[in-house]
């Protein structure tokens, strides 16, 4: 396994089925309907756009295993140090490490990029997802109840973060 900056070209289609997968059998996310081509266009373009890393994890014949990156938190300048991460992995692959080997590669990246805090927002029932960030030196910070609807029941968010030690000058504006 090796860790690879995604592109668009070589893996889109790769993201795509790992996203679809998790929208059709789990409360990862909340979306309800599969993600087209077309999305992905859209993904990749806003990640360019404003310098968010796609980190993924390829097996020895270059096969995508999941993927890890961010995206702004909220659309205000103000945020501008925090971050919304996310990090997927291939169903067949997962129980194997590879979440926490892409979310301590995001961390890395996040602390380059200087990043001061990273959130990520996780279904409450998935124990999984919480007990890595936990393991990873996130913390709760709250949990927004009733806040989705998907598979017939209501979905717990919850928020956890981490703040990091960077950006050691920040500015206004």
Same mark, same amino acid.
């Given at each position: ?42 993904? !990749? ?21 999941? !993927? ?90 919850? !928020? ?14």
């Amino acid at each position: 396994m090796r860790l690879i900056a995604c592109t668009e070209e070589a893996h889109s289609g790769a993201i795509l089925a790992i996203l679809n997968e998790a929208i059709v059998n789990s409360t990862a996310l909340y979306d309800y309907k599969p993600r087209t081509a077309e999305n992905m266009v859209t993904w !990749f373009a806003t990640k360019r756009a404003n310098g968010f890393p796609v980190i993924g994890a390829e097996d020895d014949n270059g096969k995508l295993l999941g !993927f890890a990156s961010y995206g702004s938190f909220r659309a205000f300048p103000a945020y501008k140090y925090t971050v919304e991460h996310s990090v997927y992995v291939d169903a067949a692959h997962r129980g194997e490490g590879l979440g926490r080997t892409l979310m301590e590669a995001i961390v890395a990246e996040a602390i380059a990029r200087e990043v001061h805090v990273m959130v990520g927002a996780i279904d409450a029932s998935n124990a999984g997802s919480i007990a890595l960030h936990e393991r990873l030196g996130f913390t709760h910070s709250g949990t927004v109840q009733q806040a989705g609807f998907k598979f017939g029941r209501w979905l717990d968010v919850a !928020f956890y973060q981490r703040i990091l030690a960077t950006p050691l000058n920040p500015v206004d504006g």
